[in-house]
């Protein structure tokens, strides 16, 4: 009878991230909240293609009443949304994906899939990776809940873009290619892995770059050398990424009239101010910057050393894939800069994955330090992480289009800041001596980020970081650091 009564504890801890995204998303539902808009309506008219006309031509359904228009509320105009043979711009990865919910429930079926699939994989992959490195489950168990649970993830889950998708595969591959001993992997594993990776360029063709990456360190561990001569094992695996850009070349070339371009004249910058702007944005900027959004991440700083000197290839795939996947975007101008309309640091979705590898062997090197009990400054960050999150949270469930990057072209604007919002109470009882904007960095404005302070307190507060952890690995037990399996 006990046993009968005895309740897995790890598995309800787990289901927290699922149902916060799944009653956030009801509650936008139902009280009229962040309705499709941006590039996602024209994500979900070739998902309507696919259901109601089976084929991939949306001409004729930006014509039509959808569901699609019906949750938009209105007509969509296409501008210059697809091609004149009639084939959407947009990657048809994500439309392939929700097609079957989109014909059982329509938009909001969509919705419900994504905050399903995200709120089981990100917890999912967080913990494998803080596990497999910090060799602690209590550990592993918080970050990965304190990481799920935070912006952007339960924000982002619901909403149609590729973007997180593609955070998810490449965080996922990037651990069965540093932490899961690839070598000894099954067939079948890597039939799954590599169908995974060869995903996606169907997304976005921008992510050719970090399925390159992928691909080619996939082949190097599957490289080995006999009598002087390089040979790879499982050569026929090898096709299935092959065979994918083949295939999203053919159908790019039928579509558009081009192998590797669907987006035609697209407005790029070159000039290094401009694209620095963007990168480090992405990073530290106080609305659209992982860090800002996820304090927790800034931890992952510490672990880099350590990072470095157990896994000099795990490091440097991850920094290769960081800056395959944002160096592009930063090269993005308006109206595309951060993402568009969209909501805030959509951009930096599919790379805030990769933080996962540094945070957890920062939280490795604090644990395995216990003479200044690090494990305790550990808790005290998780602690106010959460406390800052739970009022992010709070401002999503409060405001309307709060969350969107609705102010890129008005840089004055500032009242879409989550930190100005939270502090508000502490602003009116200071008057305007308190102003967290100020004190936060802060990547709009050409002619003012190389001269905000905050920028640079916070970049070098991250070299502090880095510098700390090389100090403490230098004085902890060595051997207690490398008993892993990588």
């Known amino acids: 009878m006990k046993n009968i009564l005895k309740i897995d504890f790890s598995i309800l801890i787990f289901l927290m991230p699922v149902t916060l995204y799944l009653f956030l998303l009801f509650f936008w539902h139902i009280n009229d909240f962040y309705n499709i808009t941006g590039d996602e309506p024209h994500y979900l008219i070739t998902v309507d293609s696919i259901v109601n006309d089976f084929d991939l031509k949306v001409q004729n359904n930006y014509q039509q009443e959808t569901l699609v228009s019906r949750s938009f509320g209105g007509s969509l105009a296409p501008h210059a949304y697809y091609s004149p043979s009639g084939y959407s711009i947009h990657g048809i990865g994500i439309a392939i994906l929700l097609a079957f919910p989109y014909y059982i429930a329509g938009v909001i079926g969509t919705k419900i899939f994504l905050a399903v699939l995200f709120g089981i994989s990100i917890p999912f992959i967080s ?164 860090l800002l959004q996820n304090p927790l991440l800034i931890i992952g700083f510490f ?45 930096a979705w599919s790379s805030i994955g990769l933080w996962l590898f540094p945070l957890a062997y920062a939280v490795r090197l604090a644990l395995s330090f216990q003479s200044i009990k690090l494990n305790r400054i550990l808790i005290f960050l998780m602690t106010i992480n959460m406390l800052t999150q739970v009022s992010f949270y709070r401002v999503a469930l409060t405001y309307n289009h709060f969350l969107y990057n609705t102010n890129i072209q008005n840089i004055e604007n500032t009242t879409n800041n989550l930190y100005k919002e939270v502090f508000l109470p502490v602003k009116g009882l200071t008057g305007n001596i308190f102003e967290i904007e100020k004190l936060l960095p802060y990547y709009h404005d050409l002619e003012t980020y190389a001269s905000h302070p905050p920028n640079y307190l916070f970049l070098m507060l991250s070299m502090s970081l880095i510098y700390i952890g090389k100090i403490c690995y230098s004085k902890t037990d060595l051997k207690n650091i490398k008993n892993s399996k990588f």
Do not use: H
Request: aromatic content about 16%.
């Open 127 to 290: 913990y494998k990776i803080v596990s497999e490195v910090s060799k602690s489950k209590r550990w592993s168990t918080v970050i990965s809940l304190a990481f799920s649970c935070s912006l952007p993830f339960y924000a982002a889950s619901n909403q149609i873009f590729p973007d997180l998708i593609t955070g998810v595969i490449i965080t996922y591959a990037t651990y069965c290619l540093i932490l899961c001993e690839p070598k000894r992997k099954s067939v079948k594993s890597w039939i799954i892995l590599l169908l995974l990776i060869s995903f996606l360029p169907w997304l976005r063709m921008s992510f050719i770059l970090p399925f390159s990456i992928l691909t080619f360190y996939s082949v190097v561990l599957n490289t080995r050398r006999v009598d002087g001569i390089y040979e790879i094992s499982n050569k026929l695996l090898f096709l299935i990424p092959v065979l994918s850009v083949v295939l999203i070349a053919f159908y790019n070339k039928v579509a558009f009239q081009n192998f590797l371009n669907p987006y035609g004249k697209q407005v790029f910058t070159f000039t290094i101010n401009e694209i620095g702007l963007a990168f480090l944005g992405l990073v530290y900027d106080q609305k659209q910057g992982s």
């Open 303 to 347: 672990g880099l050393f350590l990072f470095y000197k157990n896994n000099k290839n795990g490091l440097l795939l991850v920094l290769s894939l960081y800056v395959s996947i944002n160096l592009p975007n930063s090269m993005l101008t308006l109206p595309s800069l951060y993402g568009g309309l969209s909501f805030v640091g959509r951009f």
